[in-house]
């Protein structure tokens, strides 16, 4: 059973376009991480988000946590090539014990 | 800039040999994980550490091992390396604050193993 459920899976779009991804689970969170990977590297943290129903603004990307703190989403506007990667949403749940869990990432593409 | 290095990057090695990859971290991160990934998938936590001498088993079953002598260092150890361990593993760290249950983990660049 997959903790963070993350979708959609893939996406490829043109440059300009604007595109959300959400990150849902049956579990609270404390808090829920999204990070960006490119490939070859290590994932690299873009935001987290702490408050249910806050909303996290870091220039063309807005993330909102959900107000019962089960869920997550990422909009990016006007999307550019250079936003291409693979988004992947991470967290510890409740009595977790330390276990920081991924979602299974969204494998974003955005063409020229 | 993270202070977290794995070494090697890349490493090619025979079936049925021991293979050691490396992990350490400068920051005095008390967490530690490792993750198997394949290239654009999801990362699954094989094994995570919170201290000197505590290690746990992660999500995904795994027939490496790890140890957690020093604080700094998170070795994952292979004893018989096989084909199906072919992946890329990510080491990673993060600071424990009291209260704080989920704070920045920060990432090496990973080592990708080929067992041929």
């Known amino acids: 059973t997959q903790l963070l459920e993350q979708s959609p899976q893939f996406l490829s779009i043109q440059e300009g376009e604007n595109l959300t991804v959400y990150c849902n689970s049956s579990?609270?969170?404390?808090?829920l991480q999204w990070y960006r990977q490119e490939p070859g590297e290590g994932p690299v943290l873009l935001v987290t988000?702490?408050?249910?129903?806050e909303v996290k603004k870091l220039k063309r990307l807005t993330f909102q946590f959900g107000d019962a703190r089960k869920d997550s989403s990422l909009h990016i506007t006007a999307a550019q090539p250079g936003d291409t990667g693979l988004y992947l949403c991470?967290?510890?749940?409740?009595?977790?014990?330390?276990?920081?869990?991924f979602g299974k990432g969204t494998l974003l593409t955005v063409n020229p | 800039e993270a202070d977290i290095y794995q070494t090697p990057r890349y490493l090619v090695i025979g079936t049925g040999k021991k293979i050691t990859l490396e992990c350490s971290q400068t920051m005095g991160h008390d967490k530690m994980y490792w993750y198997q990934q394949d290239p654009g998938m999801e990362l699954h936590l094989i094994h995570y550490?919170?201290?000197?001498?505590?290690?746990e088993k992660g999500d995904l079953s795994s027939e490496s091992t790890v140890s957690r002598i020093r604080t700094e260092h998170f070795p994952l150890t292979l004893e018989s390396a096989r084909p199906s361990h072919t992946s890329q593993y990510l080491c990673?760290?993060?600071?424990?604050?009291?209260?704080?249950?989920?704070?920045?983990?920060?990432f090496g660049q990973g080592t990708r193993l080929t067992v041929v």
């Open positions: 988000v702490v408050t249910g129903g």
């Open positions: 990673a760290s993060s600071e424990y604050k009291g209260g704080q249950t989920n704070t920045e983990a920060f």
């Open positions: 991470a967290g510890d749940a409740r009595g977790s014990n330390y276990k920081l869990t």
């Open positions: 579990s609270v969170f404390s808090s």
């Open positions: 550490s919170y201290g000197v001498n505590s290690t």
